[in-house]
Every structure is written in C-alpha cells, then in structure tokens.
C-alpha cells in the first residue's frame, strides 16, 4: 500500500491515444495545452454528445421542467415582438395587467429573440443556443481538469461530465442553465490559469465570466471556495494579500447584488419567480430530517445525475485522495457544491436541475479514480468497454423519461378551439401551468397575485370569480393523469356546482365560465388585492 501511494502521481497512459506518458508532480503539473490527438479525441467527445442533445430538436417545449421553458419562451416573445429590455422582462400570467417578472438576466431569453428575428420563431433556436454553450463547457472543463489531472484522466472525466443523463439534457433546454455552467467554468479556468501565469488578460477574463454566471444564476457564487483554496494552496498568504483576487470577486459580486436589489423591486411591484426568502428555496431541518427527500435524491442520483458509474467513481476517487495534492481541488470544489446543496435543498428537493453543479466535480474525481485504477490495476484497461457500455446504458435510461412530452398540453388546445374558436381568455389549473403559448390565448395560471391571505389565492373560487368579471370564459383543468399536481378538491367542486363541464378527457377538463352564479361571491369572501400599475 505504501509503494501504492508514493507512486500516485505516475499513471500510465497510452502513446497511442495521444495522452501524455507522464504525470509531472510540480505545483501546477499539467498544462492545459493540448496537442492535435487529443483535440481529435474532444472532436469526437463533442460529436457524441451531440447525438442526445440534438434529439427532438424543434419539438414542442413540453418535456421535462416545461414550466420553465415556457416562461423563457414568454420572455423571448415578448423581446422579440416589442423590442430587448434586459431590465424589464415580461411573461404571460395576466392578460389585462403589467406582466413583469423578477427572474435571472434573461440572456438566452434575449439571444434567442435575435434568433427569431433573423429564422422565425422556432423551437430549435433556443436549444442550438443553449448546445453551443454546453460544447463550449465542455471543452473548459477538459481544460481546467488538465490542471489537475493527466490528459487521459480529464477525458475520462470529461466525457463523464459530457454524457451524464443530467448534463445531456439540460443542455438542451430553454434555461439559463447551461449558459450559467459555460460561464462558471470558463470563470474558474481563467482563474487558475492566472493563478499559474500571472497575465492580467486571464483575470479580466475571468472576472466577466464570473459576473455573466452570477448573473444568470447567483448561487454559482459557490465555486469561490475551491479557487481561494487554489489561490492559497499556490501562493500562500501572498496570493490572499493581493489585491487583485479581491478586485475580480467584487467585479462577479458588485453586479449580481444590483441585479438581485433590482429583481426586489420588480417583486415589489409586480411578479417573481421562487428568488425570494419566503418561496421554499431554502433549507430547514424539516427537509433535513425527512426520509421522503432523501429517497428523491438518491433515486435522482442513481438515475438521471451521477449513475451507480459516477457515484462509485466519485467514492473511490475520495478515498485515493492524499493530504496535500493538487487533487484536493476537486474535493474542496465538491464541499462548496454540498454547502450550496444544504443552502438551498428546498430548491434542490423541487428541481432536479439545481444539483448539475455536482457534475463537474464528481466528473473529476472519477477521471482521477481512473488513473489511479490504469496505474495499479494492469487489468483496469480491460474494463473501460463493459463501464463505458454500462454507463451509455443507463444514461440512455435515464434520459428516456426526461423526453417525454406532456401531451395532454396539445390535446386541451384542441379541445378548447372547438368549444371556443374564438379564443377567449382562460384560467388554468393547476397553479404554475403557464401554458397560454400552445392553449394559444390569454389567461391566467395562478401566478399572477400576490396572495399572502386565503382569499386571494388560485385554491379559492374568489379567485375564479374575480378573473371572470376580467374576462375569463373557460377554465382549463389538468389531473394527475397528466402529472400534474394533486387536483384542488374545493375549486373542482365549486366549478362542478356552478359551471357546466363542456369538454371532458382522462387528463384534463374544459369548464365554461359565465357572469351568471359563478360570479355570486363564493365562501372567504374578501376583496381581491390589485397589483401596482
């Protein structure tokens, strides 16, 4: 075992695949140069993983974590319809109000807006948007791992991080997402290569990748603490003396907290989207102590984020991990991933995508559990056949759910243009489902009020009544057959006793909504608290 760990550092790797056939043990042991093999092995990696990414590419926005597209999808239409307002993005939860929504800065919102106006309004622009910052992540990923790990274990790790269930479909989606991990990645590896080199050109950099990525999505702010522990590690108490390292934190900072103040005051005002202290995002000791989380996560990491492949790597390579070594990067880096996780583990227990900020780490620590195996184990090479099969596999599994298409979406559009060609404006339950765009008219989905009192929220038949004096003429309920969220008993009830059903389906029912009974004040009776104009 001793002989074990004294020789860590020097892995054995093949000429052939064009990897380096030496692990160099200085302070920055490997340069995050490439030669022209290797660049033809990333070629094919970033052509791989294309194959999931492109998969369904002009399909409607109905797949996994639909709501969010959709609202994305407001945002861009409304950009590209009435001009790029960075500051003031609008959705579609009122027809007959202001519509703006406190969210991350909409940059793929606004990119895509371009988009339709030079190809039309396809679904296939935000998502050739969103692929092409997910190739780009991937290759800085490689890079900053070349720091850390041999050529042979970055790839490994790369390829992991490329092809994981998670991170192959996330990049596809109409989020700021992987516009954020693109960013991130590209903040911590022009970091460290000022670390290594000195030039200003790389902090400058880094410093607006940072403040992209904290724009898009603030709780990046995590990667911090594995870049001052390489910052230490590297400089010791002169690098934490430099001025400059403070400089580029406040340039990632100083803009997230005026944008996060400005996102304030549109909440004030008008809507937001789970970005403030009161919306379940963060963590207590209810969620911690709950057996019912734990089984989501581990059913989530098991099969749409790590795989038993991943988790088993990222275990091994924890453990061959020693005092000391620059691997312990990928360590820390992965600690700030958990503080984050336990931060805010009510968003991460009601989004799957909030925990892909595990990947790049336990990416890295498998491609080091990799090396180390190639090194020790002279049979390990005759492994990575039946554990590359094994992991596509399952990563195939993984996804296959995550395409499914909500198509009971489709089929109430239909549905409502036969009992009302005219488009009248329509109320959707449950709560959230903002889906106007293909129901194609106006409505409400409940996210449109503020309701801290009984009276005012979606639950209660006031507010039914209140949006047919606004217009309202149909209301659209979809059940748990169409996956959606446990049906709301008092307002189905109210609409099965005041309203006639019009349109019936094992998924969804169509109400018509009048001014006759159905506008009698209903049990609660307040008066409905209006937004600010």
Known sequence: MGQFQEKWGQALVS?????????????????????????????????????????????????????????????????????????????????????????????????????WRAFGMQAWVPRAIAIVFSLVSIVALFLLLRHFLSAEGAFVATAFFAL????????????????????????????????????????????????LAGLTKPPMIHVALPLAWYLWQRKGAAGLRDVRPYLCAAAVLVPTVFWMKHLATIRAQYFGVATHLESGMWGSWALISSPSIWALFIDRFTKEILTPVGIAGTLVGLGLVRRGRREWFLVVWLLAVVIYFFVLLGGNARQTYYQVWFLPPCAGLLGFAWEQLRQHLPGARRLAPALGVAFLVWA?????????????????????????????????YPAAYDCMVYLNRQGWCGQDVKYPHPWEAPGNPQYIVDRVRRGARFCVIFTENARAAPRDRVVEDWLARETPRVYHDLEFDIYRLSLGRSAEQPALERPVRRLKQ
Request: proline share 5%.
């Open 15 to 115: 000429r052939k695949l064009g990897f380096s056939s030496s692990l160099e043990t200085s302070a920055c042991p490997h340069s995050s140069w490439v030669d022209r093999h290797q660049v033809g092995l990333l070629a094919l990696l970033l052509l791989l993983s294309l194959v999931p990414r492109l998969y369904h590419l002009n399909g409607p926005f109905l797949d996994h974590w639909w709501g969010r597209d959709l609202l994305d999808h407001a945002v861009a239409r409304h950009y590209a319809e009435r001009g790029i307002n960075l500051l003031w993005p609008e959705a579609d939860f009122t027809p007959d109000q202001p519509n703006y929504v406190g969210i991350e800065l909409p940059a793929i919102q606004a990119l895509t807006a371009l988009g």
């Open 164 to 211: 994981s269930p998670l991170n192959a479909f996330i990049s596809r989606k109409f989020m700021n997402d992987p516009l954020t991990l693109c960013f991130s990645l590209l903040f911590m590896l022009l970091f460290v290569k000022w670390v290594n080199e000195g030039r200003g050109a790389y902090l400058v950099g880094a410093a607006v990748a940072g403040a």
């Open 396 to 428: 195939g599994w993984g996804l296959q759910s995550m395409f499914e298409i909500q198509g009971a979406v489709l089929r109430a559009a239909k549905a409502l243009d036969q009992v009302d060609p005219a488009r009248s404006w329509v109320i959707v």
